[in-house]
């Protein structure tokens, strides 16, 4: 069994003891634990189920590669599925739940997937569930559907807060092992700002786990002393609990720091996403140890054999009372002889190597009485949620069982690879080395930058280097030239040397017993979370998936949580030998970030809740907040779209402020229309170009309606024109087009008309500005006082300033609804107090405020096109019968010629009409119009198309404008509009002015 | 996620200041143009594997628009110029050549 | 007059780690010209008693200062009461000069995060080295705060001001209080 020993555990604080919970059960561990190894202390070793053939799995590694142990940890608002058991710090009260099973974790109804693994081989999805096709939707996706998944989904919103930090340095580490802080120290001495961060909580590494001296001290003791001299620089930052999570283009890397995961009672952010701009990148990521390819080699209780010492040394957790190691090199020898330090029995070490000389650790192990048996391996593991024994075979054959031991555990090590995600997210290459059977970063193919220069190195074991002097010497090295190329000068920085044994060299093993047959193969597992075994890479190979790209997806190799961290290398290699080919020719999958899974919360940073995206508002925002403002998102902006009272639904409340905007007096906050001052001796002279009216002969005091197309001749925007002095306009645009206008404006003056002299500023915010419109609109501002505004003193499309109520205003005489109309623009921090002015005075003459929706049916009632519904951007403005508006005078404006463009002066272009439907009902918004015939796809011809639709309260019917083939010339035909309900619409085709055709109300 | 340093106000600053304006040194045809002319100006663009120039605005920052070369294989950036420019500054070139030798983009080597 | 209302009327937010404050009303006039005109330099520093400031600098007095914005834009500082006369005096100095001055005081908005962890608060919504060496008393930055375009500079060492629309200051602040919860210390600068 799996217990707690009563010596080791380096890391735990044995003094606190806490609670947790597993699958409701009450278990205890100590502070200092993970999650693994507490439940390991408390005998659980299976803990959880796998995804495609819910097979029982047991952890397999004591670190961020573990692909097994994921459990559901939390509740409510706290809740994350899929949770690492190795990472998860212990703390009191955690409850963690395991997953991907049903009933229960010990019996599961799909595990009888399990049995039909022969028939559901690689691809089986893909090719069972193709026919027949009609099944797909009805039962196979279903079923699919309910069986996937590995943890449950959370249900309640995150009760957490997270955060970004944007951080600049010189020199950052990834990896807080003793190659990282040697690098740090390095880098630190020449002064360079250097940031490490480490994804653990502890710093080290696994140095201390796999001993040695260096410099006479213990690595405990080296590691203690470098920790304290980084302390001492005020140069040098070190963050714990925060991974290096991916590298990116010109020097950009995140960390993800996890602020409280390890005590949910702290105050705080639970994640911060550090988005750091790094001049030189370190990667002493380390490596990680891979499993050999024998059968059963999934069953709980197999495990990584430096594992298995991660448990022994760090926590004081056996992994199991009989312990049999399997390797093909020296370091499971430091498990062997860690477990028999412990007092725990290793029946025999299983060396795959021949035999041959003895290194210093083989020397150790056998004068501990520990049996080594060279040239043998695993033949098969027996057991079924727990190893009980295995049997014996030699390497070489085709696994003839020699003897059987009985063990409850078995430290398995194939090898190591380095950590090499973080050098090739950004295009870093490998190289492949034979001794350590490895991908390695290539030091003459890293990662460029923005001039082009390497800006990652990897240091240690993650560059490839496996004994404590050579990671010593080579952080060092690597941590002075990355701050030599970040610009510090470095002082020859001399390694600490040490005193380590020799080993003997590695060979490579991928499959054990080399000969295995198709049993043998069909039961070794390369994925343990995806299922996917040795047999299924070569079937996918057999079937022409040769490709490593096509073979992992086809395999679902190294697609589960972990991304493959323990399956990729040994993939690799069984896909080459059954292709025939060496390793490197195969080549690896792309690496892409993160380097485990970061939270969707982190990403998000402070973006949830009020403030996920910017609400602009306008000086009279409250106001309307607590009138009954039901609003409408305009780009950033909120406007009301109605003024909702008690009784009335939304519709009600548009429909009674039409008919009294039309009846008395409406006041709409207009703050939001963009207003741009365009001014210098040029000014006249651009303005013609961006519009395609003539802006230069407006005299000062008038307004005029003016179109922006674009180069393509597209209609981009519309707004009133005032000429404010000979050489200065006030040019209005549409809410939500100010900063694009604006925008659009300096590009052409910087990038094309640097020679003119034209100044633009976008005064938009600094005016509160109130439509003021109906029969009473005259009415209520002279009740306010101040200034005249007869019909003589202030005619139709002129602006004048003055004051009204004791507030200095411009008054613009416009209308955008064809009643009586002010637009009064008074300084933002007094729109309120204007507002409030003119409620009072209106509160006599009827004046209600109206929100968007009223101001869309009072245009449209008056067939005024509106940007963005009757434009889409591929509708220019002879569409629309803006002739009057487009200039033939002038030689050029934005989008004259394109609009010379065969297409765009073709008869066939849908041009705009009014839309009446006969029964009075009102069009569906964006119906089609059907004409005769079909086209290539057997569908109906198209020849319109609605692009407003709203039911008039004063003409008492749906009215509509559309775009029509032929449509001007087919006044009074009756056309069809399929909506989606099934039903046929038929509208009349008219003119679009529906409403007071002459004019006579707005010009009183 | 590019940095680039801003010709106008001299600040070198993260992608999310910037926003890019696609391809630089277009000449602008107008209503006299032929149609030729006037399909390349306002469709055909380059889109070079390598050496490639563009048109960026820095409109989180000074709000001033400018061009840079940059390669399209390996992101570097070899330099940020004015935008009131029909053509890259030689000095800029020779850089390019000495990274790029046989470099060419549009009417420019 | 009483009906002038800042965009926040003088919010303030001291339950985090910083001290948020919407600072009320502040004169700010744009000017957009020539900065190396002797006629644009004279009406920028004649009116706000400061010099010229340096490529990304502000120079300020009180309520009073020039904060360079852009090779041809300037943001004059000035009592909010004071904004027309400071224009009228500024186009006379301004004479025929090409350029633009225009009162943006009412399109804008200021805010100011204060105490120890100022830097940390704002490195958290800024895409800018702000670490003390980096980033010191007297420079300007316009940039990004989260999702909207701002400017800011620091007043002393605990002290940022920023100046945003006036319609985004809402967002401002409550992003700003976001990034000052309780027990959001970074220490990272020091």
Known sequence: ?1004 | ?109 | MSNLVSALDKATDSSGIAVIEEMGLQGMITLRGDLSAESVKIASTSVTGVEMPAQNMANHAGASGICWMSTDELLILCPYDGVADTLAKMHKLLGDTHSLAVDVSDARACLRVSGPNAREVMAKLAPVDLAPEGFSVGMFRRTRLAQVAAAFWIVDAQTFQIVCFRSNAQYVFDVLNVAAQSGSEVGFFK
Request: charged share 20%; aromatic share 8%.
């Open chain 2, 1 to 109: 996620m590019l940095i680039l340093e801003c010709p106008c106000c001299g600040i070198t600053a993260e992608e999310t200041e910037f926003h890019g304006g696609g391809e630089a040194h277009l000449k602008r045809f107008g209503p006299d143009s032929e149609d030729k002319d006037f399909e390349n100006y306002l469709f055909m663009r380059e889109n070079p594997k390598g050496v490639h120039f563009e048109r960026w605005r820095h409109n989180n920052g000074c709000g001033k628009w400018f061009h840079a070369a940059r390669c399209t294989m390996t992101l570097e950036v070899f330099g940020t110029y004015s935008a009131q420019t029909y053509e890259p500054p030689k000095a800029l070139c020779d850089a390019i050549s000495a990274k790029r030798p046989g470099w060419s983009w549009g009417a420019f080597s």
């Open chain 1, 1 to 1004: 069994m799996s217990t707690r020993l009563a010596t080791g555990g380096r890391l735990l604080n044995k003094s606190k003891a806490l609670n947790f919970s597993f699958n409701g059960t009450t278990l205890k561990g100590f502070e200092g634990d993970t999650l693994a190894s507490a439940l390991l202390a408390n005998d659980q070793v299976l803990m959880g189920r796998s995804f495609k053939y819910h097979r029982p799995r047991g952890v397999v590694a004591s670190g961020a590669e573990e692909p097994n142990g994921l459990v559901n940890l939390g509740e409510g608002g706290k809740f994350e599925p899929n949770q690492r058991v190795t990472t998860t710090e212990l703390f009191d009260g955690l409850k963690a739940k395991s997953q991907n099973h049903w009933p229960s974790l010990e019996f599961d109804v799909g595990a009888v997937n399990a049995k039909l693994s022969r028939f559901m081989p690689a691809g089986f999805y893909y090719k069972m569930f193709i026919h027949p096709r009609s099944f797909w939707k009805h039962v196979y996706e279903p079923i699919i559907r309910h069986a996937a998944g590995l943890g449950a989904a959370p249900k309640d919103r995150d009760a957490d807060t997270y955060e970004h930090f944007y951080a600049f340095c010189d020199v950052l580490i990834v990896g807080g092992g003793i190659a990282g802080l040697q690098a740090a120290k390095a880098a630190g001495a020449t002064g360079a700002k250097v940031i490490l961060v480490e994804q653990t909580a502890h710093l080290g590494g696994r140095a201390p786990v796999d001993g040695g001296m260096v410099k006479g001290q213990s690595v405990a003791d080296f590691i203690t002393a470098t920790v304290a001299d980084l302390e001492a620089m005020d140069n040098v930052t070190v963050r714990t609990r925060m991974m290096g999570s991916g590298v990116y283009d010109h020097g950009y890397v995140l960390g993800y720091e996890r602020l409280t995961d390890h005590a949910p009672e702290m105050t705080g952010p639970r994640h911060r996403l550090w988005r750091i701009r790094a001049a030189q990148t370190i990667t002493a990521t380390g490596a990680i140890e891979r499993p050999l390819s024998f059968a059963g080699n999934d069953i709980p209780g197999v495990m990584l054999a430096s594992a298995v010492r991660d448990y022994a040394v760090n926590f004081g957790v056996s992994s199991g009372d009989r312990t049999v190691v399997v390797t093909n090199n020296d370091d499971a020898y430091r498990t062997a002889i860690a477990l028999k330090h412990a007092g725990l029995d290793v029946p025999a070490i299983l060396d795959a190597r021949p035999a041959g000389t003895d290194s210093d650790l083989m020397t150790q192990a056998k004068a501990l009485g520990i049996r080594i048996m060279m040239g043998h391996g695993i033949a098969t593991v027996k057991g079924g949620k727990r190893v009980t024994g295995v049997e014996v075979c030699a390497q070489a054959g085709e696994g003839a069982v020699l003897e059987e031991i009985v063990c409850d555990a078995v430290a398995m090590s194939g090898g190591w690879s380095p950590v090499v995600h973080l050098w090739s997210h950004c295009g870093g290459k490998l190289t492949w080395d034979d001794t350590q059977a490895s991908f390695r970063p290539d030091p003459n193919r890293p990662p460029l930058g923005d001039r082009g220069q390497a800006f990652v190195r990897a240091a240690g074991s993650a560059n490839g280097e496996t004994t404590l002097n050579a990671v010593l010497s080579d952080a060092t090295a690597c941590g002075a030239a990355a701050a030599k190329a970040a610009g510090f000068k470095s002082k020859a920085a001399k390694a600490p040397t040490a005193d380590e044994p020799t080993e003997r060299a590695m060979i490579p093993v991928w499959l054990m017993p080399q000969g295995a047959g198709y049993k043998l193969r069909s039961k070794t597992w390369l994925d343990y979370q995806n299922d996917v075994k040795v047999s299924d890479v070569q079937l996918a190979a057999q079937e022409g998936f040769t490709s490593v790209e096509h073979a992992k997806r086809y395999t679902t190799l190294g697609m589960a949580t972990d991304q493959g961290k323990l399956s990729n290398i040994n993939g690799l290699a069984i896909l080459s030998d059954a292709l025939n080919q060496p390793i490197p020719q195969t080549g690896t999958t792309t690496f892409r970030p993160p380097y485990t899974p970061i939270s969707m919360g982190s990403i998000g940073g402070e973006a949830r809740g009020d403030v996920f995206q910017p609400i602009r508002r306008t000086p009279m925002y409250d106001w309307h907040e607590a009138n009954g403002a039901d609003w409408e998102p305009v780009g950033q902006w909120r406007r009301p779209y109605a003024y909702v009272r008690d009784g009335e639904t939304v519709h009600d409340a548009v429909m009674r402020e039409t008919k009294n905007t039309r009846e008395n007096l409406g006041l709409l906050d207009a703050s939001t229309l963009g207003k741009l001052i365009v001014k210098g001796p040029d000014a006249g002279k651009f303005l013609d170009m961006m519009y395609t009216n003539m802006m230069s002969t407006l005299k000062v005091g008038k307004c005029r309606y003016g179109l922006m197309c674009s180069e393509n001749g597209f209609l981009i925007d519309d707004g009133v024109v005032a000429r404010v002095s000979e050489d200065k306009f006030l040019c209005h645009t549409t809410t939500g087009g100010a900063e694009t206008i604006h925008g659009h404006m300096e590009e052409w003056l910087q990038t094309e008309w640097w020679d003119w002299d034209v100044y633009v500023a976008n005064v938009t915010e600094q005016y509160a500005q109130v439509a003021v419109v109906g029969p009473n609109a005259r009415k209520a501002l002279e009740a306010l006082g101040g200034m005249d505004l007869s019909a003589e003193a202030l005619g139709f499309m002129e602006w004048a300033d003055g004051t009204l109520g004791g507030f200095d205003v411009r008054a613009y005489r416009i209308s955008f609804s064809g009643e009586l109309s002010y637009e009064i623009a008074v300084p933002a921090s007094q729109g309120q107090a204007f507002w409030d002015a003119l409620v009072k005075v209106g509160a006599d003459l009827g004046a209600m405020p109206y929100g968007t929706e009223c101001l869309h049916i009072l245009r449209a009632e008056k067939g005024f096109i509106m940007i963005g519904d009757e434009t889409d951007g591929t509708v220019i403005p002879q569409d629309l019968g803006l002739h009057w508006a487009i200039s033939k005078k002038k030689d050029d404006f934005l989008g004259k010629r394109a609009q010379q463009r065969e297409h765009m002066v073709s008869d066939e272009r849908w041009k705009l009409v009014g839309l009446e439907t006969v029964d009075g009902s009102t069009l569906p918004d964006g119906a089609y119009a059907v004409g005769e015939g079909t086209n290539a796809n057997g569908q109906r011809n198209m020849i319109g198309r609605v692009t407003s639709s709203y039911h008039s309260p004063n003409l008492d019917r749906g009215i509509a404008m559309g775009l029509v083939l032929h449509g001007p010339s087919r006044m009074g035909e009756v056309i069809t509009f399929p909506g989606t309900d099934g039903k046929d619409y038929q509208a009349k085709i008219v003119n679009a002015v529906f409403y007071d055709p002459e004019g006579e109300k707005q010009n009183v």
